[in-house]
């Protein structure tokens, strides 16, 4: 590749991946490469159609590069995206999958447009002194079957992880300059750096650990959960403890951020999408978005009985789903699980 | 019917009514009369199929009387049995279902063979001065399509509720002796009088309120939710709800309970009564064995936010069975609900 033009890497061709993918190609002057894990035939072939509020509706999209996993690529990268879910608890965590490509790109910065909390930290823990930023976006979005179908204009806020491992802070904050200045397109997006990384990320969980959640174990829209009396009887005491565990962590969620998020989806017959992973058998991310919450509640001593009921109903969910997808194979002679990975 | 031989109604041909109904109508010199809401025709030209640890194996049993349901009954009964599921959230709450047979019949007892507490209020409301008694049995049995599945013998407690509105206390207890006799089958079945109706209701929640009320929540089998680790995770924190909700309740359930009911389906791929309801979209008892307790929580300033949460996500699922039973219609333009009945 041409050494002017910054190459991105995107992991991950979920609709979060598609957008940011064609954002930067179309728009940031980069080369962008797309990793497909599935799919990879027919998006070598057809591409993708857009149906974006944001681009407008055309067919036949395809990144510069396109590749089926991250072992095939061969570059070295400026900016690495992870745009695939987070699960610590499945086959392919975080670190295993972008080793590597961030081992064989010693400058690039890695960027995580993912939910939940404590997700820097076994990246930090592998990949000492490299550069992780975070993307924490609202963005109502999906892609299903290669049609991308994007209702809202991306909003993201980008900034660099607290990490203790960097040394060169300047270098750091001008890759992060850099990547934002790339991924804004006037007008059409809004990108914003973020300075409390950890802040944006607790405010987030508010919806996740609470909305997300309780739809997904019942498997009901939001609409319905509504009638049922869930914000007031479930989410409100839920978030209650997010915000004693933030403050425990000495982060301030403002107040009026509960309403904000418990209003987000009024009106829709909306599915979230944790909610939608389990209607499709995949695994939700239940360690970053639930998990580590709770693991910070123990270790400040703050009660939190209702996320942590939640937590473990949602592990005998993500039990099942596990071995449905055989990554869990029960011997059941013995009454034994074994896990098809390590 | 002649004087002499007591007149049973049963309510209800699951398999605890049809245990019941063949006990009574075999060994205990009764005239049975069954209601069987579903299945009536069938009923009455083949009978019921036993495979049955009790009573051996045999096709073709018939109670005495087959009725199709309490309307159709004309008698006055010394003895009516409830065995139907209580389910005052929905369209036949039990009083409404045995008040042409009570008030028909006003020196009969009213037999409750069902789960939870605080059960009795609205019948003692309803029906003042009138003998209720509990009946709270162990009973590992199943009828499937009129195929009775009987793994445990019966072990049945019989008491009398508490019923301020009785002024006859001798005549009720003579009814209860009555009743025990009847019931009571030498060396095939253990009846026990019940002294203590409202402490054995409170024993049988330890199981109801955790672990029936957890994997059905997740519809997963009990060996599967142990390997989850539900036990210590989910059932014992709700367990100790339970204990301290009984003991401001006036009630000390003793200590092993605890064990006896986490260790009563082990080793067995079973699925509870109420995971089983979820599977087959029929409603779940939720508010004989969670909501009543959680009433009670409220009442003493007993904290039970795990129990709390259980409540509100399975009312959740309550909704969603209703709505495809057609029992709630969903005025999808307006995002109402309307109840089908009153």
Known sequence: MPQNIPSVLVV????????????????????????????????CQEGYTFKSVQFGNFSGWKPKYIRKSVEDTKHEYDFIIVAVKNLPDGPEPVNDIIRHVVERSPNSAVIL???????????????????????????????????????????????LFENETIKDIATAESKLKQFVELYHIEGMNT??????????????????????????LVQLDVTRSTICGFKQNLCRPIIDEIYAIAKADGYNIPSEMEDEMLNLSNGLYYRPSMCVDVD??????????????????????????????????????????????????MDVEKGVPHKTFN
Not at 14 to 32: I, K, R
Not at 295 to 310: C, F, N, W
Request: proline share 3%; glycine share 8%.
């Open 191 to 216: 990108v914003s750096l973020d300075e409390n990384v950890r802040l944006s990320r607790w405010k987030k969980l508010v919806y996740n650990a609470s909305i997300n959640t309780t739809t997904a």
């Open 12 to 43: 991950g061709a979920g609709a979060l991946g598609l957008v940011a993918a064609y954002s930067l190609q179309e728009h940031g002057q980069c080369d962008v490469t797309l990793v497909v894990k599935f799919d990879y035939e027919k998006v």
């Open 113 to 159: 447009f993912q939910n939940g909390i404590d997700i820097e930290k076994p990246l930090i823990e592998e990949f000492p002194g490299h550069v992780i930023m975070s993307g924490v976006s609202l963005i109502n979005c999906t892609n299903i079957d290669r049609v991308v179908d994007q209702k809202n204009k991306d909003s993201i806020q980008i900034g």
């Open 280 to 329: 499709f058998g995949r695994m939700i991310e239940l360690e970053t978005i639930v998990g580590n919450p709770l693991r910070m509640a123990k270790k400040y001593g703050v009660p939190a009985p209702r996320l942590d009921t939640i937590y473990h109903l949602l592990q005998m969910v993500q039990y099942k789903t596990m071995e449905k997808a055989g990554l869990i194979i």
